[in-house]
């Protein structure tokens, strides 16, 4: 019988992946990153955005490292392993709009589903209501996957080039935050845009955020660690091995966040949540639904991207698109509570990932 | 006799859903899946090993895997 090569594909590969996430992510957060936020790639991918002038909430603009660091360690993990191979053409569009939705889901929530298991780890109760949400709309996706749906094959791309593209993005935009640093006291470098106050202005110093997102783009490329197939696997398959990846991250985390001091258990006034349960609930049905109509939680679209997924990294970027949108029309939440649009959104974002969960059949 | 399913270029978790099915519905004794990926193969392997299966074979080709189930 064939074994597995790749000791990260095993049950003990995924649970030391999970352990090894769990304990970096509140240690970054110890770093500087903002609270129960040491990773969260919505977040993180909305402070691009921000960084980038796409939107102009002035307290979440940062080009956070980490999001760079798990792309382009994805792409040398797939380099190293022979696991490279670009590829595209799945329904490229739906991906985009699926990216788009499952950011505005995320954002009314506040949360990606890494963050989600951070936020729980914190002590964050609000975050219960986003995990059931998350979990309801993985089911439903599964619904839709086992009457057929569907997003098509890829194809091989014509050049080993074309993956090199995102990968690339990504590095540009380091070089851009190596020469164009925030100045002291100032919301503006040379091209991008910082935060003095909010969540934006909190960071780790860039070169722990950098070594940690990169043994973690490593690490995730290797085990294939998803967040989204965790609970996915477990509702259509019966199948734990994800999920123990999963259940080690919030272990890790938990106990992390105890050693550290950071676990302050309650609902009122935790940082960057609110306490509107229906749509902390409803905004991660959205975005649960969403990764799994497009195969992957957000952390996993990003390591496909650095393998020379296309579709992924399509995908990737509409959720920046899909932050800047939140942000420039009032549908993101703040602590406050949800955006003046954030209801609204999150219901035409349920009836347009029904549409294509309904209408995307294998043929 | 046996069966083949071409998985390769499916995404997440067409691969394994494709794979049970025909392990359900398969009245042969073997059956040969190709993926395109290292996570689809690894997937597919750990699904038929789920279901009983024993992998009989994993050949590297230019697209990808083939790999080769068989019902104990």
């Known amino acids: 019988m064939e074994g597995f090569k790749n000791f990260f ?7 030391f992946v999970g352990l090894v996430i769990g304990v970096l992510a509140p240690l970054l957060q110890k770093f500087g990153n903002p609270p129960n936020m040491g990773i969260c790639v919505a977040c993180m991918e909305r402070d691009i955005a921000g960084a980038l002038g796409l939107h102009r909430a002035s307290v979440v ?30 329904a490229p569009f739906i991906r985009f709009i699926l990216g788009m939705f499952a950011m505005i889901g995320a954002l009314v929530f506040l949360g990606c589903p890494w963050r989600t ?21 993985i089911w439903l996706g599964t619904r839709f996957l086992k009457a057929g749906y569907s997003l098509g094959k890829t194809q091989p791309a014509p050049s080993k080039m074309a993956g090199v593209a995102f990968p690339l993005l990504m590095f540009g935009l380091l070089v851009l935050l190596f020469i164009d640093p925030q100045p002291p006291d100032q919301a503006r470098g040379m091209i991008l845009f910082y935060s003095l106050k909010g969540p ?24 294939r660690f998803c967040t989204m197939g965790a609970f996915r696997d477990l509702i259509l398959f019966k199948q ?25 258990p309650g609902f009122a006034g935790q940082p960057i949540a609110h306490t509107m349960q229906l749509w902390n ?29 296309a579709d992924a990294a399509v995908f990737a970027s509409g959720m920046i698109v899909g932050a800047a949108i939140s942000h420039n029309f009032g549908l993101a939440s703040s602590p406050a509570g949800i955006g003046p649009n954030g209801a609204i959104a999150t219901i035409i974002g349920l009836v347009v990932c029904i549409i294509i969960g309904l209408t995307m059949r294998r043929r | 006799m046996s069966e ?16 049970l099915e025909a392990i359900k519905k398969s009245g042969s004794a073997e059956i040969e899946i190709l993926v395109d990926t290292d996570t689809s193969k690894e997937n597919v392997m750990r699904a038929a090993q789920s279901m009983g299966w024993q992998i009989l074979e994993v050949n590297e080709e230019s697209s990808g895997y083939k790999i080769k189930i068989g019902k104990e």
């Open chain 1, 61 to 90: 603009q940062y080009l956070r490292p980490e999001i760079i660091a798990f792309v382009l360690g994805a792409f040398l993990s797939a380099l190293a392993f022979k696991e490279y191979r670009p590829r595209g053409g799945s």
């Open chain 1, 117 to 137: 298991i951070l936020r729980l780890a914190g002590g964050d109760g609000n975050a219960i209501s986003g995990l059931l949400g998350l979990i309801s709309g």
């Open chain 1, 281 to 309: 609930f409803l905004g991660m049905t959205l975005a649960g639904l969403a990764f799994s109509l497009s195969g992957g939680c957000p952390g996993r679209q990003l390591f496909l991207s650095g393998e020379g997924d």
């Open chain 2, 4 to 19: 083949t399913i071409d998985a390769r270029g499916l995404s997440c978790p067409e691969p394994v859903l494709l794979t």
């Open chain 1, 240 to 264: 734990g091995h994800l999920f123990s990846g999963v259940a080690a991250f919030f272990i890790a985390a938990l106990a992390t966040n105890l050693l550290l001091g950071q676990f302050n």
């Open chain 1, 9 to 15: 594909a095993t049950r003990w590969g995924i649970i």
């Open chain 1, 200 to 223: 934006g202005s909190q960071h780790a110093p860039l070169a722990v955020s950098l070594s940690a997102a990169l043994l973690i783009g490593i690490l995730a490329q290797r085990s």
